[in-house]
């Protein structure tokens, strides 16, 4: 069974074995004569009747097992595990008994060929998303074709694949580019054939007994239904279903008999060709395999936020899921709530023992206090039942929380020294920061961030007036305004630097210091500090007129720097984060006498100085720090204590949490027309069948999917930290269809790449062995690159002209698909040059984000500047935020003309870096999001003609929000429109011209739409 971490414990219930219904079921696979089926249950294989009853587990390893598929004879069940770390497949009788690996390779398991020896399997790389190979019991593996799919099956026969491309599988409103077809390949012939080219998706096709029927899942605009179809007569189909609610899914169909099993939601169901009925498949455990979920843990000095009274003698911090608190001193720790509900925010009140923190409650963080000193009685602040608080702080004596209300986001209140009277204080304006209260109450600082243009402005509230004063505008990033302690001075980071602000104008020369008054007047001397000591004491006044001028930078260090504390009237303490180090600094007023004062070895969390103990405290690696500033030494504040939590009633926590913030993140407040309170009802009885986080994925994922909307997605937390080895790769393509007898050929050595230059590695040289491991004929490959990313790895090559070693270092998939990328677009280049004589360029947008949009740049005004047409290239751009900054490359028009005697005194038009010929911008179905907007924006202005294939129409502005258990999830916050206010979600881009390139273009690369491109360009510059 599954082993937990070294300080946690599992205590596992006592069961008499009572039978129970299992729940989230997945990858049904039945038997060839329909009697058998297998499905994963927590991460293991079990059997069942088709006629149901008690269900039998096959396997019992560490990791998951899943895709499990019965062998032509029904003997052998081949599935994928990776419970050595990796993922591979393995063979294992049907009855039970010990499962032995057949590959080691990453392959994902489809189906078995019928003469019992092969399976089909996939693979991706960066080129082909899914390759279909054949793989026999050996190990030996060949490539079938590089164009393939997700679900596939293999006919009876043994030569012909039915598989799915596309689709989105919680979305069964989907229409657009994205959606899920069906398709056939002709092994022999070497054939594609597209099924269904419809509105919706179609997907987890399987064949029928029949060889000319095929059964497979269809949306019909609400739910996947069960449907059948003749190969010769699709798209026409027959709906062996209509569910209301919850899809057909991972449909497997017994090869000889047309019986079904699928999945639907948190069951398994059947349908049998003999009675055309489709019926709940009924399950039953009679194993003692469910555990109470009650987790144990002795901690050791760990926390995940914290807070330090001012006083400095009380630590208040969560772990995990609760609040505890002990003395700065040391001493036992006090659990303070143990409801597990989560802790959001922490703030210690006025007198040093009360707290104020916000917990959530049916996923909504809502506002409690406790005194330290009677932790039985925690009070909900009634204030917060209808509010969502966001985060809080406490400043010269008062309380202020920020929070969100109905449809109105991070408003400002304010509170007494103890949390009491609280009362709304900023509410039209959208609060970004903490508010620092003067030490006289007079004036409270806040930093807005502006809607639409989402710059931060530094505003100022006066409680005597009720006024509301901006400061200073910048439209830019401004962060940790702090005032200064001479009254007349503050700060705040711009961009990253570290600015003065002068609240009231100084004189010239003010501080300059004149020595002789101290030898011909003393008296004076001390009546001038006497006078700016009072001045120092005295109320802080502001100075509005021309106080943006008054802005100094001070700190313009490599990096980040923020100011952390002001020590004095004349001194602060900041951080400097630059090259991943983190340097604790000191610097005056004007910026000078800046010296070192400590390096942190990692950066410093929730970072506080506390005067009382002249410490900064901080996290680390979930350790609460302490470093002394006068002594300059630096400790772990140590405490232990023993906690307990239950993962049930966490997972329905973050279930809540997901529920809510989604609902009240999501762009739409229509949630796309459906009606989100009733979705919530509608879920929420299903999480007490959540037994571990994958299937708080699934019911979150399926939830989420009821809005149909693009960029979202949720990311479970990992409860066992199961060790995973992933294959270093060599920055090249290989030959699986071709091999030689021993190794394997190299078909593509990346431009980049190492192999190629320097040492001189080219397509058809042999891969003979890899750190002196012989590389067999169609079989190891992968598994020798494991766990070597990074590493020194020797390969040994046959090449034209004898051998040769070379060693080079593992790459990452991220470092090898760069290299593919760079590689793919100068192909693109190249061919573009070649096809139009040189007269067209050609530039790849790789992202829509300011690297990319940079490089852009530079292409358009140095490679591409002397071309006749230019090709702007969107395909495969996954989106970001940059269409404005090309929009307005692209529209530049020329106001004047200039001359120069260096270039002859000829006149030019300026300004010189506009673009002032043909274009065209190319898309396809991989172009997402902002790459959807650029091209809409380049039609709707004229700019040139849009070729390709439609895009998919997934245009939100997205964010990431991580919930308290460490899982995530894709937040689809922002909307975009047309100036006709249609909706550009859903509503994908349709080229000027149309290009589908077929199967084999792509095999072959011969990119028919950039061919077309060229094409029509030629015609616009003749």
Avoid at 464 to 479: A, H, I, R, T
Avoid at 720 to 741: I, M, N, R, T, V
Avoid at 765 to 787: A, F, H, M, P, T
């Amino acid at each position: 069974m599954k082993f937990w971490s070294t300080f946690t414990i599992l205590i596992v219930m006592t069961f008499s074995l009572v039978a129970f219904e299992p729940h989230f079921m997945k990858h049904p696979a039945i038997s060839p004569d329909g009697e058998t089926i297998c499905f994963r249950y927590l991460d293991d294989l079990w059997l069942v009747p088709f006629s149901g009853g008690e269900a039998k587990r096959i396997t019992d390893s560490e990791g998951t097992n899943w895709n499990p598929v019965f062998s032509p004879d029904g003997k052998n069940i081949a599935f994928n595990s990776n419970r050595n770390g990796w993922t591979a497949i393995y063979l294992l009788p049907a009855e039970g008994g010990e499962a032995k690996p057949i590959s080691k390779e990453n392959f994902y398991l489809n189906d078995w060929f019928p003469k019992r020896k092969e399976l089909l399997v996939r693979r991706g790389d960066p080129h082909f998303r899914n390759r279909f190979f054949r793989l026999k019991l050996d190990g030996e593996f060949n490539e079938i074709t590089p164009f393939g799919g997700n679900d596939a099956t293999i006919s009876n026969r043994g030569n012909t694949i039915l598989f799915d491309r596309r689709g989105l599988r919680y979305r069964e409103a989907y229409q657009g580019s994205f959606n899920g077809d069906l398709w056939l390949y002709e092994i022999d012939d070497d054939k594609f054939s597209r099924l269904t080219k419809t509105d919706l998706t179609e997907n987890y096709p399987t064949f029928s007994q029949n060889p000319d029927q095929i059964f497979f899942a269809a949306s019909d605009g609400n739910v996947f239904q069960l449907c059948r179809a003749k190969i010769d007569e699709l798209p026409k189909k027959q709906f062996l279903t209509n569910f209301k609610t919850w899809s057909v899914r991972d449909i497997s169909c017994a090869k000889n008999t047309d019986r079904i099993v699928f999945e639907k939601f948190d069951e398994l169901w059947t349908w049998d060709s003999a009675t055309q009925k489709a019926e709940k498949l009924q399950i039953e455990i009679k194993q003692d395999i469910l555990d109470d979920h009650i987790t144990l843990e002795n901690v050791h000095n760990k926390a995940d936020k914290f807070r330090i009274s001012q006083d400095g003698k009380l630590i208040v911090f969560s772990y995990k899921f609760d609040l505890f608190a002990f003395p700065e001193k040391g001493d036992k720790v006090l659990q303070i709530t143990k409801n597990q509900l989560g802790i959001n925010d922490i703030v210690i009140l006025g007198d040093d023992r009360t707290i104020a923190f916000s917990s959530f409650v049916d996923g909504t963080p809502q506002l409690f206090r406790v005194d330290i000193r009677n932790v039985e009685n925690i009070e909900k602040l009634e204030w917060s039942e209808d509010k969502y608080i966001e985060f809080m702080n406490f400043s010269n004596g008062h309380l202020f929380i920020n929070y969100s209300e109905d449809d109105k986001y991070h408003k400002l209140a304010m509170a007494d020294s103890m949390g009491n009277e609280i009362k709304p204080l900023i509410t039209e304006k959208y609060v970004w920061s903490s508010l620092q209260l003067s030490p006289q109450k007079k004036y409270g600082f806040f930093i807005e961030l502006k809607e639409n243009i989402w710059s931060r402005h530094l505003n100022c509230y006066d409680f005597e007036q009720k006024e509301l004063y901006s400061l200073y505008d910048f439209n830019g990033y401004l962060s940790d305004f702090a005032l200064a302690k001479d009254g007349k001075t503050a700060f705040i980071s711009r961009e990253g630097n570290i600015y003065r602000i002068d609240l009231k104008a100084k004189e010239d020369f003010y501080d300059k210091e004149n020595h002789w008054q101290e030898i011909f007047a003393p008296e004076l001397n001390d009546k001038a500090q006497k006078k700016e000591n009072e001045q120092t004491s005295s109320p802080l006044e502001i100075d509005l007129k021309n106080i943006q001028e008054r802005l100094m930078p001070i700190v313009k260090r490599t990096g980040y720097n923020e100011v952390l504390h002001v020590i004095n009237d004349s001194t602060f303490y900041y951080l400097n984060t630059a090259d991943d180090k983190y340097t604790l600094r000191k610097t005056d007023y004007k910026g000078e006498n800046d010296e070192m004062i400590h390096t942190f070895a990692q950066r410093p969390e929730d970072i506080t100085f506390n005067p009382e103990n002249d410490a900064f405290y901080f996290l680390n690696n979930m350790q609460i720090s302490k470093f002394n500033v006068n002594q300059k030494s630096s400790e772990i504040v140590s405490f232990e204590f023993k906690y307990s939590y239950n993962k049930k009633a966490l997972n329905e926590n973050i279930f809540l949490q997901a529920w809510k913030y989604f609902g009240k993140n999501f762009y739409d407040p229509e949630m796309h027309g459906k009606d989100w309170k009733k979705i919530k009802k509608r879920f929420l009885k299903y999480v007490e069948y959540i037994e571990d986080p994958q299937i708080l994925d699934w019911i979150i994922e399926e939830m989420i999917g009821e809005v149909n909307a693009s960029h979202t997605g949720f990311y479970p937390r990992r409860d066992e930290q199961h060790k995973y080895f992933y294959s270093a790769y060599l920055g090249c393509e290989f030959d699986y269809q071709d091999f030689p007898e021993n190794g394997i050929r190299i078909k593509k050595v990346y431009n980049n790449s190492k192999l190629k230059n320097p040492n001189n590695i080219r397509a058809d040289d042999i891969l003979l062995s890899i750190d002196g491991i012989n590389v067999e004929k169609g079989k190891k490959l992968r598994q020798l690159l494991r766990d070597k990313i990074g590493d020194e790895i020797k390969l040994f090559f046959k090449i034209k002209d004898g051998y040769k070693t070379v060693t080079i270092k593992g790459l990452s998939y991220r470092e090898n698909y760069d290299l593919f990328y760079e590689n793919w677009v100068e192909e693109r280049r190249v061919k573009t040059e070649k096809l139009s004589k040189g007269k067209i360029g050609y530039v790849h947008i790789r992202r829509m984000n300011f690297s990319s949009y940079r490089k852009f740049y530079q292409e358009l005004f140095t490679k591409n500047l002397d071309k006749e047409a230019l090709i702007i290239d969107v395909r495969n751009n996954g989106g970001g935020y940059t269409h404005d900054l090309l929009i307005e490359i692209l529209t530049r028009k020329p106001y004047a003309l200039s001359s120069s005697r260096i270039f002859g005194a000829e006149t030019y038009k300026t300004p010189s870096e506009r673009i002032d010929k043909p274009m065209i911008v190319l898309i396809n179905e991989n172009s997402f999001s902002d790459a959807e907007i650029f091209p809409t924006l380049f039609q709707e202005l004229k700019l040139g003609k849009v070729v390709g294939m439609p895009t998919s129409g997934s245009v939100i502005g997205t964010g990431h929000i991580r919930f308290m258990d460490g899982s995530g999830m894709r937040m689809p916050s922002h909307g975009w429109f047309t100036l006709q206010k249609e909706n550009m979600e859903g509503s994908g881009v349709e080229p000027d011209i149309l290009v589908e390139p077929t199967p084999k273009q792509i095999i072959n690369d011969e990119d028919a739409q950039l061919q077309r491109a060229v094409e029509e360009l030629l015609q616009n510059i003749k």
